[in-house]
């Protein structure tokens, strides 16, 4: 049966993920398109439901055994009803819900990274991207925009499937990350091409605006910054993590 109307039960409860207070209500978050759909798929993820566009290709696809060992409900939506559903400018005609995972606050294996503050959706997207990248898969997130949402999960490019997110209050994460020593991101900090981390640390991250909280600062033990040309004054955010990710994940001891 193909559902072809905008107010189906079943359309409107995946459309209400595109919202904090839909996947806060749900426990689930959106992965749409094929290459995050399949990576979604491979990375062991929970998939609650796959809409597919009704199309030849699609009901074709449904039908294989690949879709039957997932587990999930598998619905055809017509092309209003998907419409309704995405939250891409070009639909590539699948969208799966996928059931967001709950790690409590513990403390890291190894090196990690704390976002605090971060509120543009599409940086903590990218932050994820190139932790995944560079082996930073522990991230404790206080007070930042959501990682599930749509934006988020669009710009983490799959990372997100791969990555431990903890999300908590900044007091309490803090307090689990009492015993690891934490490495602040401030443009007047020790240059950062020079500094060497301990092999256990924690990069943290600031707000787009603000920087880093003031709880945080006072806790970190070490403040690097990235050497800036005349008159550049700060970098993007992801952009900063990711030079600082890779230059201290891969810091010569």
Not at 17 to 28: A, F, H, P, Q, V
Not at 91 to 102: D, F, L, N, R, W
Not at 173 to 188: C, H, K, N, S, Y
Not at 195 to 208: A, D, L, M, T, Y
Request: charged share 25%; aromatic share 6%; hydrophobic share 40%.
């Amino acid at each position: 049966m193909v559902i072809v109307s905008k107010q189906n039960p079943v359309v409107k409860a995946l459309a209400s993920l595109k919202e904090k207070k839909g996947r806060r209500e749900r426990g689930t978050f959106l992965v749409e398109g094929s290459k995050m759909f399949s990576e979604c798929a491979e990375s062991g993820m929970e998939i609650v439901r796959i809409a597919l566009l009704a199309s030849k290709e699609h009901i074709a696809r449904a039908e294989t055994p690949h879709f039957g060992d997932l587990g999930a409900e598998v619905v055809l939506l017509g092309e209003d009803a998907f419409k309704a559903v995405s939250d891409e400018k070009t639909p590539q005609g699948i969208i799966a819900e996928v059931k967001i995972p709950t790690s409590p606050l513990v403390p890291p294996q190894g090196r990690c990274l704390l976002l605090d503050g971060v509120s543009d959706p599409a940086n903590v997207g990218a932050v994820i991207r190139t932790a995944a990248a560079a082996g930073y898969r522990e991230i404790y997130l206080a007070d930042c925009a959501d990682p599930y949402a749509p934006k988020s999960v669009r710009a983490s490019m799959s990372g997100i499937f791969f990555c431990k997110l903890l999300c908590g209050t900044r007091e309490a994460i803090l307090e689990t990350l009492g015993g690891v020593p934490l490495i602040a991101a401030d443009m007047d900090g020790e240059d950062v091409f020079s500094f060497v981390p301990p092999e256990k640390h924690c990069i943290c991250i600031g707000n787009e605006g603000n920087g880093l909280s003031e709880e945080v600062r006072a806790r970190a033990a070490h403040t690097v910054g990235i050497p800036m040309q005349h008159p550049v004054e700060s970098l993007n955010a992801a952009v900063s993590a990711g030079i600082m990710m890779y230059l201290m994940g891969y810091a010569k001891k």
